[in-house]
T-cell receptor
Framework: ETGVTQTPRHLVMGMTNKKSLKCEQH?????MYWYKQSAKKPLELMFV???????ENNSVPSRFSPECPNSSHLFLHLHTLQPEDSALYLC???????????????FGPGTRLTVL | QKEVEQNSGPLSVPEGAIASLNCTYS??????FFWYRQYSGKSPELIMS??SNGDKEDGRFTAQLNKASQYVSLLIRDSQPSDSATYLC??????????????WGLGTSLAVNP
């Protein structure tokens, strides 16, 4: 596989379920991101991992729990979600080398999440 | 609050015409600028990146950056129906507190009519 992959591509869950989203990047990058994309809203950055360490968390509710076991894999654990959490969840990766001319992010295909 | 503004559209152009997409940003310290294309139901894919004032051309696409006026634009020459998508502008500030954070616009919807 090449690029950034995400599974599952579609997920329907009830509010009491626990599920996990998986992301894998095959680009040799050292930073990974979770974004949420809802209708009529700009992309919302949820979490950033650089060198497997979480470096940013934009005040995301605790019902979303990220995990980054290594630089190629990223998970988003979901529990007791709300219907308003229904959205497209995108994973991205980039190579962090510093300076203003870096940090092009490459996206996976996304997981379309529906919370009933 | 750092912001990136785009006209949501839809921008409708005939096939073969030039499509012009514009983006303004609020943070004067911004250093990196990106245009992504997103087809309906798909994820964003990078079209162009630009870092210096002026024009940058790649095939039918030209990105234009004017830091003094704080705008970046994307021109698509010889527009094709396959160019119909939402175009997202993203801007990274030099000292955003975290170099990895991009500020995203809402996107401009482009429709190229055969």
């Amino acid at each position: 596989e090449t690029g950034v992959t995400q599974t599952p591509r579609h997920l329907v869950m009830g509010m009491t379920n626990k599920k996990s989203l998986k992301c894998e990047q095959h680009l040799g990058h050292n930073a990974m991101y979770w974004y949420k994309q809802s209708a009529k809203k700009p992309l919302e950055l949820m979490f950033v991992y650089s060198l497997e360490e979480r470096v940013e968390n934009n005040s995301v509710p605790s019902r979303f729990s990220p995990e980054c076991p290594n630089s190629s894999h990223l998970f988003l654990h979901l529990h007791t979600l709300q219907p308003e959490d229904s959205a497209l969840y995108l994973c991205a990766s980039s190579q962090e080398v510093g300076g203003p001319s870096t940090d092009t992010q490459y996206f996976g295909p996304g997981t379309r999440l529906t919370v009933l | 609050q750092k912001e990136v503004e785009q006209n949501s559209g839809p921008l409708s152009v005939p096939e073969g015409a030039i499509a012009s997409l514009n983006c303004t940003y609020s943070d004067r310290g911004s250093q990196s600028f990106f245009w992504y294309r997103q087809y309906s139901g798909k994820s964003p894919e990078l079209i162009m990146s630009i870092y210096s004032n002026g024009d940058k051309e790649d095939g039918r696409f030209t990105a234009q950056l004017n830091k003094a006026s704080q705008y970046v634009s994307l021109l698509i020459r010889d527009s094709q129906p396959s160019d119909s998508a939402t175009y997202l502008c993203a801007v990274k500030a030099l000292n955003a507190g975290n170099n990895r954070k991009l500020i995203w616009g809402l996107g401009t919807s482009l429709a190229v009519n055969p």
